[in-house]
């Protein structure tokens, strides 16, 4: 008999994971130049971070058998008014579950969800690296996007140092929705909760 796998789902992330979330951060900090973070964040500090990011963006998790294995969400791409229906979408998942499809799943969610407050433009930005044997970073996370749908709009080169070794970072850019003369107001998440 076929054994059956047990599905990923993906829900709002609550404070009370963010032990878990961390878990899932805190190798990318320490082993690879993914994140240009020096230091994995205290509970404290990542917790305020999530909250700050829920009070009007989605911040999901994907749970596998009880257990968080990946998060995404989204926070603005820029602090004026005129930059709100843009936002800038983050994606980690758990070393042990990368390839899966999890991070489709998560940023299909992701998407559907930015849709309903009424954003238009994503944006993703990605350390990149021209050496084929770096031991710090791969070309997964730039290919990823690309099958996403996201293109290449910008490329900065050497801007981040980590490691021993400077990293390029390339801005990608995704359009969800359509460039309307007169378009809708964001809507903060709360706004839409019940929608969720």
């Not at 130049?33 to 998790?61: D, N, S």
């Not at 992701?110 to 930005?125: D, G, H, P």
């Amino acid at each position: 008999m076929k054994e059956e796998k047990n599905p990923i789902t993906i829900r709002m992330a609550e404070i009370s994971d963010a032990e878990a979330l961390l878990g899932i951060y805190a190798p990318y900090v320490e082993k690879t130049a993914v994140t240009f973070e020096y230091e994995v964040p205290t509970i404290e500090e990542f917790r305020g971070r999530i909250e700050k990011i829920k009070r009007r963006y989605p911040y999901l998790a994907a749970v596998e058998n009880g257990t968080v294995v990946g998060y995404s969400y989204a926070k603005p791409f820029g602090e004026r008014a005129a930059y709100e229906r843009a936002a800038e979408t983050v994606l980690y998942v758990s070393e042990n579950h990368r390839g899966k499809g999890i991070g489709t799943l998560l940023y299909g969610r992701l998407e559907e969800i930015l849709r309903r407050q009424n954003i238009v433009n994503l944006y993703a930005s990605v350390a990149v690296t021209e050496r084929k044997d770096d031991m710090y970073l791969t070309k997964a996370s730039p290919a990823f996007h690309a099958v996403c749908g996201y293109r290449e709009i910008g490329y900065f080169t050497k801007c981040g140092y980590k490691f021993g070794n400077w990293y390029d970072m390339v801005w990608m850019e995704k359009f969800i929705g359509y460039h309307n003369p007169t378009p809708k107001a964001f809507l903060p998440v709360t706004e839409i909760a019940e929608k969720i």
